[in-house]
């Protein structure tokens, strides 16, 4: 208790430095907190999609070149197939353009092929009754703080900027697609053949879930088999293996926020190293007066570490709070669009909060370890 107490009255000794190193480190804790999130937010995307009994359907040329919806109607009589519904991703922007939301048309199967939105009973119906019913993810809900019965306006990013207005039945209860607005299919199609576009009936994919895990390899196969050879031969993917894919095409990101990480990391040690430094260039007569009063080189060492980690772990406990009110519920994830969302986790935050004290501790290492070998009467002749 006696040594505690020391050390929260050196931190007071020069407030404004102790507070100014602590700020420091906490911002780095938070920037590295959240870059490393980004790889393992990707990671829970395509973990949580592998226990889905969905396929994925896209056009085997060009995934982004389109696939009939009418194709549902052969799948859905295919043996192991439980549901099927056309996708269509319209891109939009809600008040302006930098208001960039995935916006997704979907047929009236989406309650069947997708159980965990929780689109059963009253958002059935709903569904079923509204045509401009749509339903936004959580973090979408959230960040434009939209409610159940409000009417919203989108404006496609096509060359058309084809306007649709919705009415906000609920929130989608999906933790995979938590960005993700989903309105009807028809209704896009109607407005679409309004303005004079043709009429391809050509979805983005089809998704189909499958009754069971011995269903899903016979019915890879019978999907592509079926449509071989067809104007639009399709290739059948599991969800998790056609998010990874996705992911994948975004490049090295793990490697380039990993990079980025250690640089946050290099730059908090070398600003900690320089005010340890400070810290104890002014206190070394000090020491040198506390190893005369027979303070052991231990008990000087422990009091000077302690001030170290008590910064870094203000600082690291400012930084993990902050980013657990940020992010712990998740936010958007703009480099996939609307496939899942940058979380932080209180294990995640745990790991940064631990590590910015080991930081702030390591920095510290060569200017004690300078003080405390010094004898008391070369610490007296230092210049201060």
């Known amino acids: 208790m006696y040594l505690l107490k020391m050390i929260e009255r050196n931190l007071r000794r020069n407030l404004r430095r102790t507070v100014l190193t602590a700020l420091t480190v906490a911002l780095a804790t938070f920037i590295y907190l959240v870059l490393a999130s980004v790889p393992a937010s990707m990671d829970r995307i395509v973990k949580d999609a592998s226990s889905t009994l969905r396929l994925i359907v896209v056009n085997r040329s060009l995934p982004f070149y389109g696939i009939p919806g009418r194709y549902c109607d052969q799948v859905r009589e295919m043996p192991g197939c439980a549901a099927c519904v ?3 991703g319209w891109p939009a922007t809600y008040r302006d353009v930098s208001d960039q939301i995935l916006a997704v048309a979907e047929g009236q199967q989406i309650v069947d092929v997708f159980p965990d939105y929780d689109l059963s009973g009253e958002a059935r119906r709903a569904w079923d009754r509204q045509r401009r019913g749509a339903f936004a993810g959580r973090v979408l809900m959230a960040r434009y703080g939209w409610h159940t019965g409000d009417q919203v306006t989108l404006r496609g990013v096509d060359r058309d900027h084809l306007a649709l207005s919705f009415v906000i039945l609920g929130e989608m209860h999906s933790a995979r697609y938590p960005n993700v607005f989903a309105f009807r299919r028809d209704y896009l199609e109607e407005a679409r053949k309004a303005i004079g576009h043709p009429d391809p009936d050509l979805a983005w994919n089809l998704v189909v879930r499958v009754h069971g895990v011995e269903n899903v390899d016979a019915l890879i196969r019978e999907i592509d088999d079926n449509f071989r050879n067809s104007d639009y031969e399709t290739r059948t993917l599991t969800e998790s293996d056609a998010l990874a894919g996705g992911l994948s095409a975004l490049g090295d990101i793990r490697g380039i926020v990993l990079a980025l990480c250690a ?6 040690l070398i600003i900690a190293a320089n005010s340890t430094a400070m810290m104890v260039r002014e206190r070394i007569n000090e ?24 910064i870094g772990l203000a600082g690291g406990t400012l930084a993990a709070a902050a980013a657990l009110w940020i992010f712990g519920t998740g936010a958007s994830l703009s480099i996939v669009g609307g496939i899942g969302a940058l979380w932080v986790t209180p294990a995640g935050a745990a790991k940064a909060l631990g590590l910015a004290i080991a930081i702030c501790i390591l920095s510290g290492v060569a200017p004690i370890w300078t003080a405390v070998r010094l004898s008391p009467t070369e610490a007296l002749r230092k210049v201060v």
């Open 86 to 88: 056309a996708i269509t």
């Open 263 to 268: 640089i946050v990391i290099l730059t908090v």
């Open 287 to 310: 020491v040198a007066v506390m190893r005369s009063l027979g303070f052991s080189r231990g008990a000087i060492a422990a009091m000077l570490f302690g001030e170290c980690g008590a």
